[in-house]
C-alpha cells in the first residue's frame, strides 16, 4: 500500500493506493478543493493556496489513514505529486511527505503530475493493455503521449500556447458565467446552439509551430489563443484597425446568445482534440504501432461532450477508452499512489533531497 499526497495547485489530497489483482485499487481518497477561497478573484491565488495547503494538510492525511481502514497493515511508501504545480503549493505537499516517510521510515517517491493524470482511469478499473495513447486536458496541460507503460512514454504532441482547461475558463469569464468557468461552462452548453458561431480551426505544421522546421505536414499539437480571441471579439465587439473598413458592433449578449457562444467555444475546442486525436491513431497504425488502449485524464475529461464523443471515438476505432470517474477527473492522490505502484515495483524511489519542480521532465511539457 502507498500513501498519495497530492498539492500541485488548489486541492490539498491524500489517498492510500493497494495493487490488488494487476491494477491499482483506492482504499480511501480524500480531497480538500479551495474553490470558496479563489472564486472572489475568478482564478487561483497562489499565495493563499500555499496558506491553505499548510491548515489542512495534516487533516485530509489524517482521514485517508482513517478511512482506509489499514487495521495495523503498513504503507510501503509515500508518493508525493512534485512537479509541475504552483511551486508553493507543492512545496508543502514535498515537505509533508517527506516527514511522513522518515517517521515511518519507508521510501519517498517523486511523481509527475501530468504522467499521474493519464492513469487515473486505471483506478479500480481492469489490468489495462498496452502499447497506449494518452491524452491529459486540463487547467493547465494537454498533451499526447504514446505510452508502452506509465514509466516509458514519448511526447507526440502539446498545445503551443494555452491548455484546453484554462481556454474553458477564460470563455466563462467573458462570458460571465462565474468559477470555477470549466463546469459552468459545460452546463450552460447543454442549452446552446454549437453551430451557432464558427471559430478558426488551427492547422498546425512543423514549420509554423517549431524554430527551424521544413514540414508542411501538420503537426498533432494543439492551439486554442485563437479561439480565445475569436470569442473575445464576438463578445466585445472587433477593435478598430488603421486603413480598414469600420467592424460592425457585437450582437448583443442576450441569455441564448450566452448559451449559443459557450456550446459552439466546447464544440471547437473537443473538436480539436479529438482531430488531433484520429490523426495521432492513423500516424501510429501507418508504423503498425496500433494502441490497444487510449488513456485520458485531467479536469476537462469530465466535461459530457468530451466524455461522449471519446467514447464514440473508441467505438469507431475498436480501442479501450479509459475513461477516470468523475471524482478522479480532479486533482487527486490516489492517481499519485497509483503512478508510484509502478516506480515502487520497479524498484525506484528518491532521497528525502526531494525538491519540487514547477515545469514537468516530460518531454517539453
Known sequence: MILGIETSCDETAASIV??????????????????????????????????????????????????????????????????????????????????????????????????????????????????????????????????????????????????IGEAFDKAATLLSLGYPGGPLLDERSSSGDATAMRFPTPRLTARSVREGGQSNERTLDFSFSGMKTALLYAVRGVPPVTNRPAPRPPLPLTEQRVSDLAASFQYAAVNQLMDVLKRAMERLEAQNDRPATLLVGGGVTANRHLRAQLEMFGTQHGIDVRLPAQKYCIDNAAMIAALAHWRYAAGEHD????????????GRC
Open 351 to 362: 532521497t528525502l533531497r526531494l525538491a519540487p519542480r514547477s515545469h514537468s521532465l516530460l
Open 18 to 163: 493497494e495493487w490488488r489483482d494487476g491494477a491499482p485499487r483506492v482504499l480511501s481518497n480524500v480531497v480538500s478543493t479551495q474553490h470558496e477561497i479563489h472564486a472572489r478573484y475568478a482564478g487561483v491565488v497562489p499565495e493563499l493556496a500555499s496558506r491553505a495547503h499548510l491548515e489542512r494538510m495534516v487533516p485530509v492525511v489524517r482521514e485517508a489513514m482513517r478511512s482506509a481502514d489499514l487495521a495495523g497493515r503498513p504503507v510501503s511508501a509515500v508518493a508525493v505529486g512534485n512537479r509541475p504545480g504552483l511551486i508553493g503549493s507543492l512545496l508543502v505537499g514535498n515537505a509533508a511527505a517527506k516527514a511522513y516517510a522518515w517517521s515511518l521510515g519507508i521510501p519517498v517517491i517523486g511523481i509527475d503530475h501530468i504522467a499521474a493524470h493519464l492513469v487515473a482511469g486505471l483506478l479500480d478499473a481492469p489490468p489495462v493493455r498496452w502499447p497506449a495513447l494518452g491524452l491529459v486536458a486540463s487547467g493547465g496541460h494537454t498533451h499526447l503521449f504514446r505510452m508502452n507503460d506509465p514509466r516509458s512514454m514519448t511526447l507526440l504532441g502539446r498545445t503551443i500556447d494555452d491548455a
